[in-house]
């Protein structure tokens, strides 16, 4: 159990003021658990060993249940006094109070501490936080039995059933994600499964796993660099070898509760890497027999991370921009929630969209399967095809979503912490989810013009566009986790604005560009990682 958690265990005869004085005395979480819950030991770890940074509550799926659930966000709940519009799961009696809402808890607790409306403390908690708007995440049990029952019978009969469980299998399941891309869903984590288990007896970490799909994924590079057939078959196995890999890490995370930033970023930015880099090896491999592809390589590594970034923050803004749930009062009986009934759509319509989306699964499959097919130029040919269609798609909602937000910012420091270039402090567009993407676009289609009206090795300006490329990611994932790079690195990296005036006249004067891929090179894979992972341990320490 983690170590800022405490446990109470709840009964009939437990009052709001008991949980409430408990909550109060400490500053550790606190666990409320009914004593007539029966769950299993890897799901109750959901709550427990995870870190949280909101009151969570367990529930489990059920037709007409006590509990609504929306968007991973508990939004209606009952008690012996309170009915909930459209019930679609039940409560289970298990709710970590989190700290982090400690004013806004405490505050409700002890205006409905004193209320005589039926039904056990810990339902009228629930009912409390719910309808004063405080977010109650939910966590769902899957695949295993669960009750909350007066009856003992029930409880001994699932009990049992729990007993016979594989816990080692139920571990395996629960870290296995289930709203990944379809390829990844129904074929990857299908053989990643059986290489988290190997990496559970090897007793590997998440970050291990990652710096091996790393590895493979180099190797991968390296097979396609060859260009020929057979190297390219190789490093087409090994790529989607990379990616089963990638897979493992967060199962693995989940599986044995080690958590943290270092590793997210670490598997995102090495997702980066490998991807970008397969690409310039299939343009290098190409080189060797007489093909150019170097401008469609650049160009779908732009393509690629205007895509990327886009991605990121119109999910982080659009999730800022959610309309907050209304209070009710908590002396009425119903909630007044009224179901709108909504086209049910087909696993097909759902999957397909998913597939549409073009998450790293289904693009990883298609470079892998189209350069075996047809060699880099076809990768290079059906990628941008199809990422076109994609954006198309994707962006028509998006646009359509924006237009319905009101013309003001929200989390405004999370946007301009990655322009890497001038604030604009009085800006009110609501667009602005798409700057860092459109900068990045602008500053990539100017290489891309140089690399066509210059001699320069064009492999280079590859080369040089990585780096700076690293550098946006770099400044988007710690804009993610509410860090802004130092100001002192930024100013090393000229910001765009800068780059793009000191690179062309470098070029203009006949300057070796070498110098400039190892300086980017060095300043923003090197020096900014390691900048990043020693702040880090610096806060852990």
Not at 4 to 14: A, D, Q
Not at 191 to 213: D, E, G, Y
Not at 315 to 336: C, H, Q, T, W
């Amino acid at each position: 159990m983690a170590v800022n958690l405490r446990t109470l265990e709840v009964n009939r005869g437990t009052r709001i003021d008991d949980v409430l004085k408990a909550f109060e005395s400490g500053n550790q979480d606190l666990l409320l658990v009914d004593e007539n819950t029966v769950v299993t030991k890897p799901h109750m770890e959901l709550l427990t060993d995870y870190p949280r940074s909101v009151t969570t509550a367990l529930v489990t799926k059920i037709k007409d249940g006590d509990t609504r659930v929306g968007g991973s966000r508990i939004t209606g709940a009952s008690s012996g006094f309170h009915e909930v519009g459209y019930g679609n799961h039940n409560f289970l009696g298990a709710i970590r109070l989190s700290q982090s809402q400690r004013v806004e808890i405490i505050k409700t607790l002890t205006d409905i501490s004193k209320t005589s409306h039926s039904g056990l403390a810990i339902d009228l908690i629930l009912v409390g936080l719910v309808r004063a708007t405080i977010l109650v995440a939910s966590v769902e049990v899957v695949g295993a039995p669960c009750a909350r029952s007066t009856e003992k019978l029930e409880r001994d009969r699932v009990a049992g059933e729990i007993a016979s469980l594989n816990d080692a299998r139920l571990r395996l399941k629960i870290a296995n994600r289930a709203n990944d891309g379809f390829y990844s869903v129904f074929f990857l984590r299908k053989i990643s499964k059986l290489f988290t288990w190997l990496a559970v007896r090897l007793k590997m970490t998440p970050n291990q796993v990652t710096l091996v799909s790393f590895a493979i994924g180099l190797f991968s590079a390296y097979e396609f660099s060859k260009g020929t057939f057979w190297t390219i078959f190789a490093g087409a196995v090994l790529l989607q070898l990379s990616i089963i890999i990638d897979c493992v890490d967060g199962e693995l995370a989940r599986y044995t509760r080690q958590f943290s930033q270092l590793g997210a970023w670490l598997d995102a930015i090495t997702d980066r890497i490998k991807e970008y880099l397969v690409f310039y090896a299939l343009a290098y491999g190409a080189a060797k027999h007489g093909r150019d592809l170097w401008i469609p390589a650049i160009g779908m590594m732009i393509f690629q991370t205007f895509r990327h970034l886009s991605d990121y923050n119109f999910a982080r803004i659009n999730k800022f921009r959610a309309p907050e749930p209304v209070a009710i009062s908590f002396d009425l009986k119903s909630d007044g929630y009224i179901v709108v009934e909504r086209e049910k759509r087909s696993r097909f319509e759902y999957w397909s969209k998913k597939a549409v989306q073009f998450p790293i699964g289904e693009r990883w499959l298609v470079i892998s399967a189209s350069s075996v097919i047809g060699g880099a130029a076809f990768t290079f040919t059906i990628m941008p095809i199809l990422s076109l269609i994609s954006i198309a798609l994707v962006f028509r909602a998006r646009v359509r979503k924006t237009l319905t937000w009101p013309k003001f910012r929200v989390n405004k420091e999370f946007i301009d912490d990655q322009l890497d270039s001038i604030k604009n402090k009085y800006s009110t567009n609501r667009f602005d989810w798409l700057e860092p993407s459109i900068l990045r676009l602008v500053e990539g289609v100017i290489f891309i013009e140089l690399a066509i009206i210059s001699d320069i090795d064009r492999s280079l300006i590859f080369l040089l566009v990585f780096a700076i490329i690293f550098n946006h990611y770099d400044n988007m994932y710690r804009a993610l986790q509410g860090e802004r790079k130092p100001k002192w690195l930024a100013i090393a990296g000229g910001f765009i604005f800068g780059r793009l005036l000191v690179i062309p006249v470098w070029i203009y004067f006949g300057l070796s560009i070498t110098i400039l891929v190892y300086y980017f090179s060095i300043l923003f894979f090197v020096i900014s990682s390691v900048q990043w992972i020693q702040s880090h341990r610096v806060k852990a320490a």
